[in-house]
Structure formats: C-alpha cells, structure tokens
C-alpha cells in the first residue's frame, strides 16, 4: 500500500478556503486516492475519491496532478463544523485501505 | 439506512476478562473491517472480511483477538483474556467490496481495560 504523507495540523477561519495537501510518491497504477473526515467520538466519513485531473461533490473538490503523486483536498468556505481530522488514502478501493495520521483542521470564528 | 451499527458504545472491563465487540454491516455489503484507533497509534486495520470470509488478518495484534462473521449481517471481535494496552476505540467498517466503493464505518466500541 502506497505511503501518505500530510501535514499534521492546519489552522483557517470561517469562510475562508482551505487546502490540504497529502503526498503519495509510491502510487500505484490501480490505486485511487479517497478521503476521509473524521469528528471526535465518530467513525470515518468518506468525503472524496479520484483517479486523476479534479472531482468535485457537495461538500469538497480534489485536484491531482498528471503524475498522481499528490493530492489537494480543497474545503471551500469553511465553517467551524468542518473542524475535524481529514484523512488522505491511498489504494485499492474494495479492500483494505491503510489510514495515516491525518491532518487536524482547526477552523477559527 | 441505519448504516454500520455496533455495540456496545463504550465498554469497561477488568483485566483478564473477555470482552466481545458486535457489528453489523449496511445490507447488501459484502465486505467487512475492523479498525482500532489509539492516540499513539491512530487507526489501524485489525481483519478484513469479504463474502463473510476473512481476507486478511495480519493486523490482529495477538493471539487474543479473534474474529468472526458467521453470517453477512454480523461480526464479533474477541479478546480473551483481556490487558489494559487493548484499551481503544474499535471501528467496524463495511463497503460493496467494489473497485471504487468506499468504507462506512459505525461510530465505534470505546474500550477500557483497567
């Protein structure tokens, strides 16, 4: 499994965007990149996932470059809800997905 | 959807005792996972099942824990005999088992061993 590597923890305020940036130089040809949000006291919650170029949902947008080896989650206008731990994979989606540490986003008023 | 359901919430136990952790999937997802998440060691994957079958079991720490999915609808994990370092959160997670399917975890099992 590919290794992730994020910052540790990001600061930001209401409304402002936010981007967080996770490198995966070991990505394999069949390997997604997914997502995830978590709260204190909750399980994981799946944001995102891509292959390549930009997805967009509801709730965030992931830009991967041509060469896959890094992604950017970006959180337009944050509010203080989106405070929470942000979690970057790398794998094979169906099966075993391994989490790093993951990026604690503090979102101030 | 009532999505991943687990129980208990939060369970305290004395050391040496056995503790057993319950899940059950999303209906219709075929695949199963049970994570443990500790300050020092963040999330870690313990078991995998597919099909009901287990696929990977490389992360159970020890012969202590043990798991099962005797149907597509339940799974346990079991420790026995109990330590106060088994002392986390248990996540079960469970997907489609497809290529591109994402993990819904529940809202996890808080374990105390003292």
């Known amino acids: 499994l590919a290794k992730t590597t994020q910052p540790i923890s990001m600061d930001s305020y209401e409304g402002q965007e936010v981007n967080i940036t996770c490198s995966h130089n070991?990505?394999?040809?069949?390997?997604?990149i997914t997502w995830y949000q978590q709260f204190p006291s909750q399980g994981p919650r799946f944001i995102i996932q891509?292959?390549?170029t930009k997805v967009t949902n509801e709730v965030a947008s992931l830009f991967i470059p041509a060469d896959r080896k890094s992604s950017t989650l970006s959180l337009p206008r944050v509010s203080l809800s989106d405070t929470a731990v942000y979690y970057c994979?790398?794998?094979?989606?169906?099966?075993?997905?391994?989490f790093g540490s993951g990026t604690r986003l503090q979102v101030q008023p | 959807d009532a999505g991943v359901i687990q129980s208990p919430r939060h369970e305290v136990t004395e050391m040496g005792q056995e503790v057993t952790l319950r899940c059950k999937p999303i209906?219709?997802?075929?695949?199963l996972f049970w994570y443990r998440q500790t300050m020092m060691r963040g999330l870690e994957l313990l078991i995998y099942?597919?099909?009901?079958?287990?696929?990977?079991d490389s992360g159970m720490p020890e012969d202590r824990f043990s798991a099962k999915m005797p149907n597509a609808s339940f799974s346990t994990l079991k420790i026995q005999p109990s330590e106060p370092r088994d002392s986390a959160v248990y996540f079960c997670?469970?997907?489609?088992?497809?290529?591109?399917?994402?993990?819904?975890f529940g809202n996890g099992t808080r374990l105390t061993v003292t």
């Open positions: 997670a469970s997907s489609l088992g497809r290529f591109n399917s994402p993990l819904h």
């Open positions: 070991n990505i394999a040809t069949n390997d997604y």
């Open positions: 891509g292959y390549k």
């Open positions: 994979l790398v794998g094979r989606l169906g099966g075993a997905l391994t």
């Open positions: 209906s219709g997802h075929n695949s």
């Open positions: 099942f597919n099909n009901n079958v287990p696929i990977d």
